[in-house]
């Protein structure tokens, strides 16, 4: 059974996967995970290489959105829609927020990642959105992360970065680097030419294939 002390630690070994890895840098990325009512997030302004379990904040999922949180440090400033998506999402238990170039380059150019890949359905449908622009840490962004998401498993971010979620860090962290690895792909073909997009028939051919054959529970 997993305990509050490991998910506490799997959030700071993700935090520091990602640094290591690339797909973040400094301490602008922020990682959550639903424990019961509760949420555990990684805290704000705080060099994941200076991290321990015990600064990871514990915040109330079962009330209303008051910013009240547990623990020695502030939560992230972006605890408003890792909280709106643990809270709204039965389907979600993990969250993952980043700012990997590929993916934050096409967030620049407010642009959805369409049907390039046949690996866009491991997110749910045939295009990874983009949530609208807002100040971080705002309610406005929240809710405009909240809405790209929907129906999805990851969405980019204006002139920002992305978001990917799971049913478990280890889920959330795998459609992170998934989704880094197309929007790198997706840029190289756009480069060569006119990148060839799936039909929605053949994203929903292979959603069907994913029903099976265990991508989605990866």
């Known amino acids: 059974m997993t305990t509050e002390a490991d998910l506490r630690q799997e959030i700071v070994e993700a935090c520091l996967e990602m640094n290591a890895s690339g797909l973040n840098q400094g301490t602008s990325g922020n990682i959550s995970v639903r424990l019961g009512n509760r949420m555990l997030i990684s805290p704000s302004a705080t060099p ?16 209303e959105m008051t910013g009240e949180w547990e623990g020695p440090l502030r939560p992230s ?30 967030a620049v150019l407010r642009k959805p990642i369409p049907a390039c890949h046949y690996m866009i359905a491991a997110f749910g449908g045939t295009d990874v959105r983009c949530a609208g622009y807002h100040s971080f840490g705002t309610s406005e962004l929240a809710e405009a992360v909240v809405l790209a998401m929907k129906g999805r498993m990851a969405c980019l971010m204006a002139n920002h970065g992305m978001v990917a979620a799971g049913m478990g860090i280890e889920q959330a962290m795998w459609r ?15 480069q060569l030419g006119d990148p060839v997009i799936l039909s929605n028939e053949e994203i929903g051919e292979t959603l069907d294939l994913f029903n099976g054959y265990g991508v989605q529970d990866a």
């Open 176 to 190: 992170t680097i998934e989704l880094e690895a197309i929007a790198r792909q997706y840029s190289l073909a756009k």
């Open 48 to 63: 994941y290489c200076k991290m321990n379990p015990e600064m990871i904040a514990s915040m109330d999922l079962s009330s």
């Open 77 to 106: 400033s972006e605890w408003r829609f890792h909280w709106r998506l643990l809270k709204e999402r039965a389907d979600i238990s993990a969250v993952v927020h980043a700012h990997p170039p590929h993916c934050t380059a096409l």
